[in-house]
Nanobody
Framework: QVQLVESGGGLVQPGGSLRLSCAAS????????MGWYRQAPGKQRELVAT???????NYADSVKGRFTISRDNAKNTVYLQMNSLKPEDTAVYIC?????????????WGQGTQVTVSS
């Protein structure tokens, strides 16, 4: 089965930057769409960014121009570069892998990594 492990979270001041990484096990990474979600206490899970197996990207309006999602298929890793961080970006960031076959799709989730933006 697929396992996802996030890293790179931490405490950063407003205006600072962080790069999150999500390493995936298994052999389906290169054929899968990847995404980053986030969830703050008391709020629903929110889609942050996605990248397809072909490299097409999509972003939430709240992070456009500040965040960049990318992938390295040779390393089975997806990244989220976060710049110009704001306090409202504080959340647990969760990695998602979506793998589709002709029959069905499957989703796998990491445990999340905490990002705290505070002065």
């Amino acid at each position: 089965q697929v396992q996802l492990v996030e890293s790179g979270g931490g405490l950063v001041q407003p205006g600072g930057s962080l790069r999150l990484s999500c390493a995936a096990s298994g052999s389906i990474f290169s054929r899968s769409a990847m995404g980053w979600y986030r969830q703050a206490p008391g709020k629903q899970r929110e889609l942050v960014a996605t990248i397809t197996s072909g490299g097409y990207t999509n972003y939430a309006d709240s992070v456009k121009g500040r965040f960049t999602i990318s992938r390295d298929n040779a390393k089975n890793t997806v990244y989220l570069q976060m710049n110009s961080l704001k306090p409202e970006d504080t959340a647990v960031y969760i990695c998602n892998l979506h793998y589709s076959t002709i029959i069905r799709g499957n989703d796998y989730w990491g445990q999340g990594t905490q990002v705290t933006v505070s002065s």
